[in-house]
């Protein structure tokens, strides 16, 4: 695993200026993907107080870029920040020929993206380390404070995909099934049915079931256009089948109950990917874990309306004020 000392691009559209102080450089795994990285160092960002930093995890389909507001908004924070493009997505490697497919094989490969990066790059960043996740990035976070406890000093997890919404429980058996076997007959490469190579960025805001913002959708729509390779289609069978198994292991109450590391987990009342029953159980088996439901709310909490933002801020800093000044740095 290793830093490779080349400048990966960092795409900027008008409405998404980048924040002052961004570097990037590609990471290498080591099983020899390649991963982008960018990051706000102190020195770089021109903070002289800082209050440690935030690593910074988006979910399916995401890469940096879409998070360059709320980047800038924990750099008023005074927190330096750091975040990576999980192999498949944004800018880092993709592992099929057709790189519109939403592909892995297994979450321990996913497992091996975080390690590289918290080896790699963190080290060069000032304590505490404080995870922030979103969805499929989430369900990443927790396998990681389960096998390595002591990564984080605390961690916020958005919408964590540690259960999907399936309807009832026949359908969601037979989604399972099906997403075992289609990998198991020779389907994995293949999109799941209603899969497509633009099954998400040309989805009209009225259609969509992400956030009520029309202007931050329309934005991440824009910076699509602008480098179409940070795009992302539909999901793959072996992705889907993937899924599921991380979450049946996560969501178990022995699993769970190793976790120890401070936790915030933040539901959003109108989310239709994810099942609020899960987080609630995840909540309850999680020693200290705390929950916070922001009603109105669909999926992307962070790419919300600036009110139901506010309300993630509000848990946000709540909870980092309690808990970073009693952890051990």
Do not use: C
Request: charged fraction near 20%.
């Amino acid at each position: 695993m290793n830093v490779i000392d080349t400048s990966p691009p960092i795409v900027e559209v008008p409405q998404a200026p980048m924040p002052h102080g961004a570097q990037s450089h590609w990471l290498r795994t080591a099983d020899g993907t390649k991963l982008r990285v960018i990051e706000w160092s102190p020195a770089a960002a021109g903070m002289s107080d800082v209050r440690g930093t935030v690593l910074l995890f988006g979910g399916r389909t995401e890469y940096a870029e879409k998070y360059f507001e709320v980047v800038g908004e924990l750099i008023a924070r005074g927190f330096a920040v750091a975040t990576v493009d999980w192999r498949g997505q944004g800018l880092s490697d993709r592992a099929l020929a057709d790189p519109r497919k939403g592909h892995v094989r297994d979450y321990a490969e996913f497992d091996s993206d975080l390690r590289a990066f918290m080896s790699d790059v963190a080290p060069a960043f000032p304590k505490p380390w404080i995870g922030l996740a979103h969805s499929m990035g989430g369900n990443i976070l927790v396998r990681a404070m389960h096998d390595l406890p002591d990564m984080f000093s605390a961690v916020v997890l958005t919408a964590p995909m540690l259960g999907l919404r399936l309807g009832s429980g026949f359908v969601a058996t037979t989604l399972t099934l099906a997403a075992a076997i289609g990998k198991s007959v020779g389907l994995a490469q293949r999109y799941v049915p209603g899969g497509s190579p633009r099954a998400n960025d040309e989805v009209l805001f009225e259609q969509n079931i992400l956030t009520h913002d029309r202007v931050r959708y329309e934005i991440h729509q824009a910076q699509i256009r602008a480098e179409p390779a940070l795009g992302l289609g539909g999901a793959t069978y072996s992705w889907l089948a993937a899924s599921f198994r991380s979450i049946r292991k996560i969501l178990s109450a022995d699993y769970l109950a190793t976790i120890k590391t401070p936790l915030l987990i933040i539901m959003a009342g109108e989310d239709r990917l994810i099942d609020r029953a899960a987080l609630t159980f995840a909540a309850a088996h999680i020693t200290g874990a705390e929950l916070v439901a922001i009603e109105g709310s669909h999926h992307e909490i962070l790419i919300e309306t600036d009110a139901l933002r506010a309300q993630f801020w509000i848990a946000f800093d709540d909870f980092i004020a309690r808990k970073i000044p009693v952890l051990k740095i």
